[in-house]
């Protein structure tokens, strides 16, 4: 996933060399972020939910993910966009891994969702298959995409973090309309997306904070094309647009970009020296530096890692509770992708429970 270095200008490289981590990102941050002592949880979230039903979770979940991140960091940034894009839509909620039909488009098949990756879908549920083989059928797939989002973060280099967790999965999924309605577009402007979570109960630190999660991962040149054709963007730096037209020479391009020139697999505050520089790659990303609402905060993450991986955890913990599933609501199911009413596999083994019992009477 490393940034193609022949598509690099030598003032751009000149740029990232002459970058001293004494003017930006020179504070190093501290191993873990405790979390359970100042969040507020909503009823029915806990930070030992699982302490009983399945005390290895954490570290099973853990254990994998570093056997798939030393094959392909690139799947950090994967899981972690999956996590996202559940709680912006309907909730924490698994509703994003499900699978639709003919007749019925699920949220992976909004224009937003595309690009997910299905790597990741994999990943999340090849988690639950090893969760459920140690504990049984426990732990819901939202509470993984919940924990693996957050070791996506850890493993790459960021904080270290508590994750509360309850979470049950939806027996629905969003619609198109709904799906698009609660992704912000990386061509939306600054004012648009925090118009767009305001509503979600976010403040501009918390949306300039989890737009870090861009300091990892790569886009296809389609998200921002329009800021180098037909005309180049302003607000873009010039030897940036030159390197990326190289990397896109054509609108329409299928080739990918990272989102963070800097360090494109480490988790860290580097996303904000690029927009410091004008070197963001959407306008969602770079307007968060121009927009005078969200300047300020963009410049002290830039200059505080700590400072930024603070307000990431607190948001992310803010995030991770959108309109969650608990108590008796939802399931918890035996198939990342299917309702357990549609898991055929499920069915039959009820089936064959059934039909012990009554063999028993």
């Known amino acids: 996933m490393a940034f193609n270095l022949s598509a690099v200008s030598l003032t751009t490289l000149l740029l990232?060399?002459?970058?001293?981590?004494?003017?930006?990102?020179?504070?190093?941050?501290?191993?873990?972020?405790?979390?359970?002592?100042?969040?507020?949880?909503?009823?029915?979230?806990?930070?030992?939910?699982?302490?009983?039903?399945?005390?290895?979770?954490?570290?099973?979940?853990?254990?994998?993910?570093?056997?798939?991140?030393?094959?392909?960091?690139?799947?950090?940034?994967?899981?972690?966009?999956?996590?996202?894009?559940?709680?912006?839509?309907?909730?924490?909620?698994?509703?994003?891994?499900?699978?639709?039909?003919?007749?019925?488009?699920?949220?992976?098949?909004?224009?937003?969702?595309?690009?997910?990756?299905?790597?990741?879908?994999?990943?999340?549920?090849?988690?639950?298959?090893?969760v459920h083989k140690e504990c049984g059928r426990v732990v819901s797939c939202a509470d993984i995409t919940a924990l693996a989002a957050r070791d996506s973060v850890y493993l790459s280099g960021g904080p270290e973090y508590d994750v509360p967790l309850g979470r049950r999965d939806s027996l629905t999924f969003a619609t198109t309309n709904v799906t698009l309605d609660n992704l912000p577009a990386p061509t939306n402007n600054a004012?648009?997306?925090?118009?767009?979570?305001?509503?979600?109960?976010?403040?501009?630190?918390?949306?300039?904070?989890?737009?870090?999660?861009?300091?990892?991962?790569?886009?296809?040149?389609?998200?921002?094309?329009?800021?180098?054709?037909?005309?180049?963007?302003?607000?873009?730096?010039?030897?940036f647009a030159s390197d990326l037209k190289v990397i896109c020479p054509t609108t329409n391009s299928t080739n990918t970009a990272v989102l963070d020139i800097r360090t494109p697999n480490k988790f860290d505050n580097k996303y904000y020296v690029d927009l410091v520089h004008r070197q963001?790659?959407?306008?969602?990303?770079?307007?968060?530096?121009?927009?005078?609402?969200?300047?300020?905060?963009?410049?002290?993450?830039?200059?505080?890692?700590?400072?930024?991986?603070?307000?990431?955890?607190?948001?992310?913990i803010k995030m991770g509770q959108l309109s969650v599933l608990t108590g008796g609501k939802g399931e918890i199911r035996a198939n990342c992708s299917v309702r357990n009413s549609d898991n055929l596999d499920l069915a039959s083994v009820v089936e064959e429970d059934l039909e012990t019992a009554a063999e028993l009477r």
């Open 191 to 239: 004012s648009v997306i925090l118009t767009s979570l305001a509503r979600k109960k976010f403040d501009a630190t918390d949306v300039v904070a989890l737009s870090g999660g861009h300091t990892i991962g790569r886009s296809h040149c389609t998200s921002f094309e329009k800021r180098l054709y037909p005309t180049q963007d302003p607000t873009m730096d010039t030897d």
């Open 16 to 130: 990232l060399a002459s970058c001293s981590p004494f003017v930006f990102g020179g504070s190093e941050a501290s191993s873990s972020y405790s979390s359970s002592s100042h969040h507020h949880l909503v009823k029915g979230l806990s930070w030992s939910f699982y302490e009983y039903e399945c005390p290895k979770l954490e570290s099973i979940v853990r254990k994998h993910l570093k056997k798939v991140f030393k094959e392909d960091i690139g799947q950090a940034a994967g899981l972690l966009r999956v996590h996202f894009h559940d709680c912006f839509v309907q909730g924490c909620d698994g509703s994003v891994l499900l699978e639709g039909s003919a007749t019925r488009p699920s949220e992976q098949e909004a224009p937003p969702n595309l690009s997910l990756r299905a790597t990741a879908f994999e990943i999340i549920n090849d988690l639950r298959a090893l």
């Open 280 to 316: 963001g790659l959407f306008t969602s990303d770079q307007d968060l530096y121009t927009d005078e609402r969200t300047r300020d905060i963009v410049e002290s993450f830039a200059h505080d890692q700590n400072l930024f991986f603070e307000k990431f955890v607190s948001a992310m």
